[in-house]
């Protein structure tokens, strides 16, 4: 069945630092891909999607790119802040608008 | 955005009683609303699939006598955890894509549920 893998965490960052969070995917079919954030004691909010290959996801100085040839949707920011300190999952949209997630990636950023 | 509340935020019971939580999509109608369990430092698995109107579909290994789903109305879903146990214990989750939304989810903000 549908599957997302995420690299495991948590990542430690200090601020400014570069980051990259690896997703890959197996899916039947053209799924739609998203990266969501749940920043401490809050609910997931999105934070960028694409729809189809080549795609590119882009918000708050996130990008990812839909890569169909490698079957990943990377999350990557040039420059994190201490705010971005949460935890990152990436999913895809399965049959009948389910959302399959990966096991989440935990970033702290420190100052 | 779209706003999804939850209602209680967290809860805590006895084990061997029920509890009920709320998932309401505030400023759209939503005909199909999900369900999450999210344990600690783990991922959201979902449930099950609440549709207005008639009855929930169930993730394989999900109990559908233990977790009752309720989907009475387009902005209304609710799940209700019968004869709860420590094990159910947990933080659960719902969502709903607005119409036209691109499966984009909107998720709201988790109920704790923690049986003694």
């Known amino acids: 069945g549908d599957s997302v893998t995420q690299m495991e965490g948590p990542v430690t960052l200090s601020e400014e630092a570069f980051l990259t969070i690896n997703c890959t995917y197996t899916?039947?079919?053209?799924?739609?891909l998203f990266w969501y954030v749940q920043y401490p004691g809050e609910g997931l909010q999105l934070l960028l999607k694409?729809?189809?290959?080549?795609d590119k996801g882009s918000n708050k100085g996130f990008e990812a790119t839909y890569r169909k040839e490698t079957t990943s949707f990377h999350l990557e920011k040039g420059s994190v802040q201490v705010s971005d300190s949460a935890v990152y999952f990436c999913?895809?949209?399965?049959?009948?608008?389910?959302?399959?997630f990966g096991a989440g990636t935990r970033l702290a950023v420190h100052p | 955005g779209a706003v999804v509340s939850q209602h209680p935020s967290w809860v805590i019971c006895k084990s061997g009683t029920s509890v009920k939580i709320e998932c309401r999509s505030l400023d759209f109608q939503a005909t199909t609303m999900f369900w999450y369990r999210q344990f600690p430092k783990q991922s959201l698995m979902l449930m099950a699939t609440?549709?207005?109107?008639?009855?929930?579909?169930?993730e394989q290994g999900v109990e559908k006598d233990k977790f009752l789903i309720n989907h009475a109305s387009l902005t209304l879903s609710t799940l209700t955890v019968t004869s709860a146990h420590p094990e159910d214990s947990s933080f659960y989750i719902c969502?709903?894509?607005?119409?036209?939304?691109?499966?984009?989810?909107?998720f709201g903000p988790g109920t704790r549920l923690t049986v003694l």
């Open positions: 609440s549709n207005e109107g008639s009855k929930a579909t169930y």
């Open positions: 969502s709903a894509a607005p119409p036209g939304s691109d499966n984009e989810q909107f």
């Open positions: 899916a039947t079919g053209y799924p739609s």
């Open positions: 999913a895809l949209s399965g049959g009948y608008n389910k959302l399959i």
């Open positions: 694409a729809t189809k290959a080549d």
